[in-house]
């Protein structure tokens, strides 16, 4: 995006008050994270972010339920709900709940659909680097939370590693170094 002219820019703060707020709403309502983002922080005084997790949780649960037929469907059901929580990330700058959704969905996913992702093979294939690529991402997100987490989290993550160092994934944890248990 190339920089505002200083010319352009002394314009505008020379307008009336009235033009700029407009000009800034019309501006605004062209951007949808920027306009969640504006009444996460300004109208609901970030005090909604229990419930904003909760909606994903439910439409994580929902979605893992839903009888998938390949693994291939699992993992595209899975970027969907990521989509989601990359864009809780944005609104609400919530590292933590980014972490416990991830967790929350992979776990999930595999508590649900497990018997699609046993056998690492072609109709695994993508799925299997999927997970191992969002596990080893989490693992990352949550070591650098604040270590008095890590014992919130010790639980689901190594329930998420036995699953893929168990199933289709494995060949691909061990490419990318994953351990087999997460130490606090």
Request: charged share 30%; no cysteine.
């Amino acid at each position: 995006m190339p920089a505002l002219d200083p010319d352009l820019k002394k314009a505008i703060v020379r307008m009336p008050g009235v033009e700029k707020d407009k000009l800034l709403l019309r501006l605004i309502a062209k951007d949808a994270v920027l306009t969640e983002k504006l009444q996460f922080e300004l109208v609901e005084h970030s005090d909604t972010l229990d419930e904003r997790r909760d909606l994903i949780r439910q439409f994580i649960s929902r979605t893992a339920n839903l009888n998938q037929d390949s693994a291939g469907w699992v993992m595209m059901d899975m970027r969907t709900i990521s989509g989601y929580i990359s864009r809780h990330l944005k609104v609400t700058k919530d590292k933590y709940g980014e972490v416990e959704l991830m967790l929350y969905m992979l776990n999930t996913f595999y508590d649900h659909n497990a018997h699609l992702l046993q056998k690492y093979n072609s109709r695994t294939d993508k799925a299997a680097d999927y997970i191992a690529k969002r596990t080893d991402q989490v693992l990352k997100k949550a070591s650098k939370l604040d270590p008095d987490y890590h014992i919130e989290f010790a639980d689901e993550i190594n329930k998420l590693l036995r699953w893929v160092h168990s199933t289709a994934p494995a060949h691909y944890a061990r490419q990318l170094g994953l351990p087999t248990e997460w130490t606090v």
